[in-house]
T-cell receptor
């Protein structure tokens, strides 16, 4: 079945450092890929998405590129801020379209310090 | 434009009891999915409703059941509660049949089983 593997956290960075959170996936067909962010005590917010190979999703300085050849969707940001501290989830939805069920990774906690 | 709303925000039950959680989808959405997020884990798909029918189901026992109403709102019912059912229950809504539309999440219901 479908699965998502994320790098384990927590990831601790100083403000303005470069961020990479690795994500790889296993899926049949052509899934859509997502990054969601969860702040303490809240639900999930969509951060960015990509729906086909070589697409780059971007939002709020975060970027991720859909790499079918390496089955990866790594999240990057050039300069993190304290306000980026949260848990980040990589997810995919199957070839039934973006309304299909989401399969999530276990999440990566990011802590940014001054 | 109201997003996805869930009620209640917190709930405490004892083993063996039954619980009903409620979700109102984002305006314009017709599909509701439910997820269970255990502490420190990624969300796990429970089931999805569209046109008042269960469209997809994850690997959850029959103790977990749901319903969707004509106004697209939804309920999640869990019978014979176990300690392991303690989790954050997330509802997500989307629009079926429209390409590349992501799922939007509510803030969840925190269920604690004593």
């Amino acid at each position: 079945g479908d699965s998502v593997t994320q790098m384990e956290g927590p990831v601790t960075l100083s403000e303005e450092a470069f961020l990479t959170i690795n994500c790889t996936y296993t899926a049949t067909g052509y899934p859509s890929l997502f990054w969601y962010v969860q702040y303490p005590g809240e639900g999930l917010q969509l951060l960015l998405k990509a729906t086909k190979a070589d697409d780059k999703g971007s939002n709020k300085g975060f970027e991720a590129t859909y790499r079918k050849e390496t089955t990866s969707f790594h999240l990057e940001k050039g300069s993190v801020q304290v306000s980026d501290s949260a848990v980040y989830f990589c997810a995919l939805s199957g070839s039934g379209g973006t309304a299909s069920k989401l399969t999530f990774g276990t999440g990566t906690r990011l802590q940014v310090t001054l | 434009d109201a997003g996805v709303t869930q009620s209640p925000t917190h709930l405490i039950k004892t083993r063996g009891q039954q619980v009903t959680l409620r979700c109102s989808p984002k305006s314009g959405h017709d599909t509701v999915s439910w997820y269970q997020q255990a502490l420190g884990q990624g969300p796990q798909f429970i089931f999805q409703y569209y046109e008042e029918e269960e469209r997809q189901r994850g690997n959850f026992p029959d103790r977990f059941s749901g319903h969707q109403f004509p106004n697209y709102s939804s309920e999640l019912n869990v019978n014979a509660l176990l300690l392991g059912d303690s989790a954050l229950y997330l509802c997500a809504s989307s629009l079926l049949g429209v390409p590349n539309q992501p799922q939007h999440f509510g803030d969840g219901t925190r269920l604690s089983i004593l």
